[in-house]
């Protein structure tokens, strides 16, 4: 059961559930776990560390870590704190983290053993921060984070959260390259927890087996915790994906819900062992964040046995948009390539240009209307002022509703390409690559890819003279962004095709690649 009104703010949760469970287990983390008591003494004890570090209400807080039980410690203490979670996304290179705890002027940053060194790299280029906390202990000059944890008060801090505090920022890309601080409040939560209670399949039973498998610095992997904390369920944390631990802890950990990505239900599906675990205890699993081709969404049924849920939604949304529920992934309903319905408060349309509705069956941008919208983006008033809009925002999403009120995706209005769910803009890959000696020109697009959805894939022109190899074009942009964003494949053409303005005309270079797919999505 969600309850609001007893939890309206994120750093209420701890504290009542202390107080109706306070010897359950809320986290489980690698063989230790964590009670509801526990939860709300370390979340305390964080929240009167940060504020003895001089931090004050509005403040970033920076997480750059593996998945963790002890995140959870971290957010709501700073919740209690009244600042603000910021997570780093993992995978990406020192220059684009250092961008992003700059730009969040994070003020102090809990690190793993990981990226110790990566931490090390960037300090002296963040004069905001004034602490570095090692979540695994063993570094030389910073506090390990257990220690410095439990040196703290354990009596409640005394602010009183507002609806409209920032409780958590995370960095979505921009088509410019650069990342937008999404900022996500007490409020978008608190209307994010409301709609779950409207519906059956986001309800977990106390004590229930929950896997947050997903990274923590994406709003489904956040959410997941969140979610079950709000209900007394338990979470089971994986540092990372591991197809053989999750299968080992369906089992060991009785889990009754999951949320995989489709690139990790694959994985799942493509194990030798996959049909000897025991699936019986496996009520839900939801996935989301790229679209499931309808043979492995129905192999996964037949293998799990368990109800499907689809959810669409952005960072910008808290992750929230639509939802297909189980019973529309009955291959009679004909709605398997539909991403469902709207969430209860939500109006979701899809508009023209000029933001007029088009009509039933109609491609469109998709807009959403809801109280769980972002506030914003973080020191970008222009950016927020263009991507909301007469209280709408705009997903850059192409999309149709059938005559039944199921929405499909159809295309990206923006140029944004997923990748195992992770969102890649062709510009900063682009940016990357130009740099290259051997380069004149260079356009970047998502190409189909059955175990990814899309992959990234580079469209070069060389210089006059040069023969820039597939190869080295790679090696060059990996030594510049994340991994995860360089290019898969590299094509070398003569000209890249430009409209009159000198803007590439992507459209044309994708055709190839997607002109026997049913939707121009991965």
């Known amino acids: 059961m969600i309850d609001t009104e007893a939890m309206p703010f994120l750093a209420d949760v701890p504290r009542v559930q202390a107080q109706m469970r306070p010897?359950?287990?809320?986290?489980?983390?690698?063989?230790?776990?964590?009670?509801?008591?526990?939860?709300?003494?370390?979340?305390?004890?964080?929240?009167?560390?940060?504020?003895?570090?001089?931090?004050?209400?509005?403040?970033?807080v920076g997480y750059l870590a593996k998945n963790t039980s002890q995140y959870y410690e971290m957010l709501y203490g700073a919740a209690k704190a009244r600042t603000v979670m910021t997570a780093v996304n993992t995978r990406l290179a020192a220059p684009e983290v250092k961008f992003i705890l700059s730009d969040a002027a994070a003020k102090v940053l809990f690190v793993g053993q990981d990226f110790y060194d990566m931490a090390e790299e960037i300090r002296a280029e963040l004069p905001d921060l004034v602490q570095i906390i090692a979540v695994d202990g063993g570094h030389?000059?910073?506090?390990?984070?257990?220690?410095?944890?439990?040196?703290?008060?354990?009596?409640?801090?005394?602010?009183?959260?507002?609806?409209?505090?920032?409780v958590i920022q995370l960095y979505t890309s921009g088509t410019t390259g650069l990342p937008k601080g999404v900022q996500l409040t007490n409020a978008n939560y608190r209307s994010l927890f409301e709609q779950a209670a409207m519906l059956e399949w986001s309800t977990y039973g106390v004590g229930e087996g929950v896997m947050n498998a997903m990274p923590l610095f994406h709003v489904a992997g956040v959410n997941i915790g969140l979610l079950a904390a709000i209900q007394g369920a338990r979470t089971v944390v994986l540092r990372e994906i591991d197809p053989q631990a999750i299968l080992s802890l369906i089992e060991d950990q009785e889990i009754m819900h999951a949320f995989w990505v489709p690139a990790v239900i694959l994985m799942l599906t493509q194990q030798p062992n996959v049909r000897d675990i025991d699936w019986s205890k496996l009520k839900q699993i939801f996935y989301g964040a790229s679209p499931i081709a309808e043979s492995l969404l129905l192999e996964a049924k037949e293998i799990m046995g368990a109800r499907f849920t689809q959810l669409y939604g952005l960072t910008e949304t808290v992750g929230a948009a639509t939802f297909l529920p189980p019973e529309a992934h009955d291959p009679s309903w004909g709605k398997l390539r539909s991403c469902g319905v709207p969430y209860p408060g939500a109006v979701i349309r899809c508009v023209d240009e000029t933001g007029t509705p088009v009509p039933t069956g109609e491609v469109g941008e998709i807009?959403?209307?809801?109280?769980?919208?972002?506030?914003?983006?973080?020191?970008?008033?222009?950016?927020?002022?263009?991507?909301?809009?007469?209280?709408?925002?705009?997903?850059?999403?192409?999309?149709?509703?059938?005559?039944?009120?199921?929405?499909?995706?159809?295309?990206?209005?923006?140029?944004?390409?997923?990748?195992?769910?992770?969102?890649?803009?062709?510009?900063?890959?682009?940016?990357?690559?130009?740099?290259?000696?051997?380069?004149?020109?260079?356009?970047?697009?998502?190409?189909?890819?059955?175990?990814?959805?899309e992959a990234v894939k580079a469209i070069v022109v060389p210089k006059p003279g040069e023969t820039p190899t597939p190869e080295s074009v790679i090696a060059w942009a990996k030594e510049r962004i994340a991994a995860y964003k360089c290019p898969k494949s590299v094509d070398i053409i003569e000209a890249l095709p430009r409209n009159p303005s000198g803007k590439i005309l992507r459209k044309d270079l994708r055709e190839p690649y997607w002109k026997d797919m049913d939707r121009r999505v991965g």
């Open 23 to 60: 010897e359950d287990t809320a986290f489980w983390f690698e063989g230790e776990t964590t009670t509801y008591r526990e939860l709300d003494t370390y979340s305390s004890q964080v929240a009167n560390g940060l504020i003895a570090l001089g931090l004050e209400p509005d403040d970033r």
């Open 140 to 166: 030389p000059e910073w506090p390990d984070y257990r220690e410095w944890r439990d040196s703290q008060s354990a009596s409640l801090p005394g602010l009183t959260p507002k609806p409209e505090d920032d």
């Open 367 to 453: 807009i959403v209307k809801a109280s769980f919208v972002m506030k914003g983006y973080w020191n970008r008033p222009d950016a927020t002022e263009e991507a909301i809009r007469d209280g709408f925002f705009h997903t850059g999403d192409a999309g149709y509703f059938d005559e039944d009120g199921f929405l499909y995706i159809h295309d990206r209005v923006k140029d944004m390409i997923v990748s195992g769910g992770e969102n890649v803009y062709p510009a900063e890959v682009e940016n990357a690559i130009f740099s290259h000696p051997a380069v004149a020109d260079v356009a970047v697009i998502g190409v189909p890819d059955e175990k990814w959805g």
